[in-house]
Structure formats: structure tokens, C-alpha cells
């Protein structure tokens, strides 16, 4: 896929829209003492709308170093699915801080190499989507704002999967979370060569989740 070509701009603009949206339908439901049927029924959504083509993937499309659910949006969604259904602060924190900032790379600067009407295609802008928009209506609509403690919390567990991800590249020969080398155009471009640019990236994303932190709690605050 051609970033910023037709198939590109399509799912931007869907984007662009369902962020609106999702804003006005928090702003509602935020009244509501605990996850709506709307939530659980997005919660539901987002598997139904990953896991088949994922499936399709690993049984028909099967790569090692592409394939398996190691990149950190294959857990965002689980996340994702979790923060909806029950509205607790600890997935609703990784959803917020995977979301607005790891994922929503993928939606800007796109690292795909199928198009149109390949499968992976559908399942890339799906699971993307999917999660900052939830990430938007949980935290922005239904003011599900993350505390100091989730903020700990989301760091450790994303420290985890880097340690493990990194082990399991290091043995398959694989480049999963891109933690062995810089995908082809994207942010990471800006930062040094490896292994610089990963500690780099850990450092900037944890002092942006930080400030996320900082200014969401003060928004609260002021809107509360």
C-alpha cells in the first residue's frame, strides 16, 4: 500500500469521522454507571472484526516474521476489547497510552505492504482503527481519564513485552515491534541507528505518556 495514495486517504477519512463520533457518543453515555451496551457491544466488535482475518492469515498466509500476533497493536486490541467490556482503569490505560501513541503510527505513517483486497489489508486498518477510537471514546468521551498508578502500571507491562519480544526476535531472526530494525518510513526515522533509536523510543513514549498523564488529569479536572 502507497502511503497517502487512495487506500491510504480512504480509511483517514473514516478515521477522521468515527473520531467525532465517538466524542458525541461518549459525552452521552458518560452518565451511565458502567460500560453501556454500546461499549460491550464494541467490545465484541473489535474481535469479530480482527481475529477471523488473523485466522485467515495464520492458516493460509502463514510468515514467520509477519504473521504471529507479537507486535504491540496484537495486544492492544485485546486491551482494547477488555477496556470496553468492563470500563477498569488498567486496560482502559493501555488502551489510552498503546492507542494514541504506538497504534495511531500505524494510521499515520503505515507500515503495510499488502493493498487492496489482500486480507491483511482489511485486518491492518481494522485493528487499528478499532483501538484509537476506543481509546478516544473511553478516555476523552466517557472521561475514563488513567491515574499515576495506571500510568506505573501500563509501563511495566509494556517494558514485559518489549523484553519478550526483543528474546523472540533475537532467536526466530524476526523484526517484531521493530525492535531490530526501523520498518520502511515512519517516525522512527527521526531517531538514531540500532540498538539507539529503540532505547530513544522508549524513552520519548514514556515521557509522552507522562504528559498524556499530566494533561488528562488536569483536563479532568477542569471539565469534572
Known amino acids: 500500500m502507497t502511503q497517502y495514495g487512495p487506500t491510504h486517504i480512504i480509511p483517514l477519512a473514516v478515521f477522521a469521522a468515527g473520531l467525532v463520533a465517538v466524542v458525541l457518543l461518549g459525552r452521552r453515555h458518560a452518565s451511565y454507571d458502567g460500560p453501556t451496551r454500546f461499549s460491550r457491544a464494541w467490545a465484541v466488535l473489535v474481535p469479530l ?35 470496553l467490556w468492563t470500563h477498569r ?11 494514541l501513541t504506538l497504534t495511531v503510527q500505524g494510521i499515520v505513517t503505515p507500515s503495510l ?4 483486497p489482500h486480507p491483511r489489508y482489511f485486518a491492518f486498518w481494522a485493528l487499528h482503527l478499532l483501538i484509537v477510537l476506543a481509546a478516544v471514546y473511553l478516555v476523552v468521551g466517557l472521561r475514563l481519564v488513567p491515574r499515576w498508578r495506571d500510568y ?5 507491562v509494556t517494558l514485559a513485552w518489549a523484553a519478550g519480544t ?16 526501523k520498518p520502511g518510513r515512519s517516525l522512527l ?18 515521557a509522552v505518556w507522562a504528559l498524556m498523564t499530566l494533561g488528562a488529569r488536569r483536563w479532568l479536572r477542569r471539565t469534572g
Open 49 to 83: 472484526t480482527t481475529v477471523p482475518f488473523q485466522l485467515v492469515d495464520l492458516a493460509f498466509n502463514f510468515e514467520l516474521g509477519v504473521t504471529l500476533p507479537l507486535h504491540l497493536c496484537d495486544l492492544a486490541w485485546i486491551a482494547a476489547t477488555w477496556a
Open 89 to 99: 482503569p488498567l486496560p482502559v490505560a493501555l488502551t489510552f497510552f498503546w492507542g
Open 113 to 116: 505492504n499488502e493493498d487492496l
Open 152 to 156: 506505573r502500571s501500563a509501563v511495566a
Open 166 to 181: 526483543y528474546l523472540f526476535n533475537l532467536v526466530a531472526d524476526t523484526n517484531y515491534g521493530y525492535l531490530m530494525r
Open 189 to 206: 526515522d527521526l531517531l538514531g541507528p540500532w540498538p539507539w533509536y529503540v532505547v530513544e523510543e522508549i524513552a520519548i513514549v514514556l
